[in-house]
């Protein structure tokens, strides 16, 4: 049941929508009950360990995010005791963030299940359709900047 090419050029963007919706919504739903957290914050928790002393700006654009929607995260991530904030040493209206030992303990708990979720993808994709797809949405993630 193939579409023609040119129905499938304009329906990629809508594709990619539905897709990356039921992949962060199965994604969410299984890190909830592995680690007790969600995409965006196993995102953000991840920059943080990667960048130790990351300011909320710097974390923005590596996630990609406005920094209003960081500011929530980050109060999120900090209530929740998986990051600490404290004033940036130099910049005085900025902050920096470091991992608790309870976001380590959240990203330990929610590796098995994002090992397993990639095993899955694998299956679905192959090992070559998974490295090429991982590829080609690095670069669309790189060609909007």
Do not use: C
């Not at 680690?35 to 710097?58: C, E, K, S, Y």
């Not at 990639?118 to 080609?136: C, Y």
């Amino acid at each position: 049941m193939s579409e023609p090419a040119a129905e499938a050029d304009l329906r990629l963007y809508f594709l990619l929508q539905r897709a990356a919706h039921q992949l962060r919504t199965s994604a969410d739903r299984r890190l909830a009950d592995a680690a007790g957290i969600t995409t965006a914050q196993l995102g953000a928790l991840f920059a943080v360990q990667d960048r130790p002393g990351i300011t909320q700006q710097q974390l923005a654009r590596t996630l990609g995010l406005r920094e209003s929607a960081v500011t929530g995260l980050v109060t999120r991530l900090t209530t929740a005791g998986l990051v600490t904030k404290q004033a940036h040493p130099s910049e005085h209206r900025a902050v920096v963030l470091d991992l608790t030992d309870t976001g380590t303990t959240a990203l330990r708990a929610a590796q098995p299940e994002i090992d397993r979720f990639n095993a899955e993808l694998r299956a679905v994709l192959g090992d070559d359709g998974f490295a090429r797809t991982a590829v080609a949405l690095r670069r669309l993630v790189e060609w909007g900047t």
